[in-house]
């Protein structure tokens, strides 16, 4: 079955650092673009970024450059999305989904990784 | 980056038509047709309806449509139904190589 299968949620404190995932399957993972969407509460769709996991090119949002890091194990079938330092304005669910195409449409979705970031 | 702009809500009886209009800049909608569409019932994952401004993935039923003038799409719903009630974003590649979403529509069925 084609699916994109993310990890469960997370809570986390401000200044920790943290990585979630989005596996691939039912599809050659290394053929198509992975994408990561965000979504603050009550609020809509951002796009972060994407990337190929086939070579690893990664473009990135202007907004989200430098404040996250999206990395791909084509050996596992599996996208990451990373912080190193959160904040509480990180808090948000988090998607990931597949492009056919780097200027694309996002055709599969995962679940969607909730993230909360509190003291 | 601005968000593209879409009406922060529209409603109809079951078996009418909306449109749901999508309005960005000559940078992003109306230098390409690489717009798209996705419905997100409350408390799901976004699905994609519509891709490169009309065409239908498959599995979408035929009632949902999508156009473009210049720098405005927009996105038709035909027969509306009760099982359409959503939130709608559209989005769009940029000439910054970046892509952007639409402010979201939510859409109430009467």
């Known amino acids: 079955e084609l699916q994109l299968v993310q990890s469960g949620a997370e809570v986390k404190k401000p200044g920790e650092s943290l990585k979630i995932s989005c596996k691939g399957s039912?599809?050659?993972?290394?053929?198509?673009?992975i994408g990561w969407v965000r979504q603050m509460p009550g609020k809509g769709l951002e796009w972060m970024g994407i990337i190929y996991p086939g070579d690893s090119d990664t473009r990135y949002s202007p907004s989200f450059q430098g404040q996250v890091t999206i990395s791909a194990d084509k050996s596992i079938s599996t996208a990451y999305l990373q912080w190193s330092s959160l904040k509480a304005s990180d808090t948000a669910m988090y998607y990931c989904?597949?492009?056919?195409?780097?200027?694309?449409?996002?055709?599969?979705w995962g679940k969607g990784t909730t993230v909360t970031v509190s003291s | 980056q601005s968000a593209l702009t879409q009406p922060p809500s529209v409603s109809g009886s079951p078996g009418q038509s909306v449109t749901i209009s999508c309005t960005g800049t000559?940078?992003?909608?109306?230098?390409?047709?690489?717009v798209s569409w996705y419905q997100q019932p409350p408390g799901t994952a976004p699905k994609l309806m519509i891709y490169?401004?009309?065409n239908r993935p498959s599995g979408v039923p035929d009632r949902f449509s999508g156009s473009k003038s210049g720098n405005t799409a927009s996105l038709t719903i035909s027969g509306l139904q009760a099982e359409d009630e959503a939130d709608y974003y559209c989005?769009?590649?940029?000439?910054?190589?970046?892509?952007?979403f639409g402010t979201g529509t939510t859409v109430t069925v009467l």
């Open positions: 989005s769009s590649y940029t000439s910054s190589s970046t892509w952007v």
């Open positions: 490169e401004v009309s």
């Open positions: 000559s940078s992003d909608v109306g230098s390409y047709n690489r």
């Open positions: 039912g599809y050659t993972f290394t053929t198509y673009w």
């Open positions: 989904a597949r492009s056919p195409y780097s200027y694309g449409y996002l055709d599969v």
